[in-house]
């Protein structure tokens, strides 16, 4: 079977990530995905793609994005139509991002009849007139609506339940592990003097990166042997710079910059407890990448973290709440072997085997 996957963009995002597991799945099944990215893309990205098997086509040469509505359109029409006459795709599976309904639209118009969405949030960033848009294409225009988690489901449409082998308007499939990622079989010692707080993440707002280190501050005052692991780079990095100068512990602290995700195994290995005060997320594949590797996570109670982070395995805390995030560090220094071979269990419920015969049962039925 051929399946279109549409994506907005290429480049070292969690969405790309889980959308390459989706490619991945799609090969493992005996499937052809033809990968149609409309804007922004990395060359490494690409060649990731290209690798697990995928045909990659690039509808912007140089990755920018037409101005306006009625630009993005024709733009989309002329690209995804070229594609569509040419490989006469079985199935489109189209990632629910910004430009949003308009991909299915265009599809439905050009003839594709099977055609499956895949949304990576939750339904507060939409309006209410957005909302009402995906619920009439669930019913009119897709084949199914995929969501990441249960709680996403909810708030579109008022019910949830995990993909079960029969196909409904509405389900859920949680994102599986990368297969840069490998559910370690050894459980951790903590037998080192010193305990390594991680961060692997986008320093961004929207990852909570400015409450990181005045958190690890409060925490370090009352435990002498925490360390602070800074995996990853953006717009806040400077801030980051500036509280870290201004930390009583700066030589406690360390960047280490953005890294391949075929390097961050060995990142979460030097790491025991791995830090999350996410303002939004999805779903949190960081968790469950640490997870596997033994890491136990501090998260903010935000998104799909409580689906994925359970109290045996490891500590929501409040969002934005710095004080929360220091306690809930400390709480972990008590039980860090308890919860860390509870986490290691938690994360084999979401392995990219498990994942991939969701896929491939979905895709049997469709």
Known sequence: MKVLVCIPCLQNGGTEVQTLSLVEALVAAHHKPIVACYFEYEARMVERYRQSGAVVRLLSDDGNRPLGVLNTARFLWSGLKKIVKQERPDVAHVQYMAPGALPIILLRAMGVKRIIATTHTPADIYSASGLRLIKLLARTCLTGFQCITKLAERSYFGS????DGTLKPHFTIYNGLPSHIKITDTPRS??????????????????GMDLVI???NIARKNNSRLRLLIVGDGDLR????????????PADITFVGLKPQSELQQWYDRMDILLMPSRSEGFGLTAIEGMARGCVPVVANVGGLPEVVTPDCGFLHEPENI??????IIDCLACLKEK???AIRRASQFSSSKYNESIQSLYDII
Not at 190 to 207: C, N, P, Q
Request: negative net charge; glycine residues 2%.
């Open 214 to 216: 005045p958190a690890f």
């Open 323 to 328: 004080e929360d995030i220091a306690h809930r």
């Open 190 to 207: 903590f037998s080192s003097d010193i305990i390594t707080i991680g961060v692997v993440s986008r320093l961004a707002d929207i990852k």
């Open 340 to 342: 860390s071979a509870s």
């Open 238 to 249: 400077s801030i980051m710079d500036n509280q870290r100068t201004e930390s009583q512990y």
């Open 160 to 163: 949830a339940s995990i993909f």
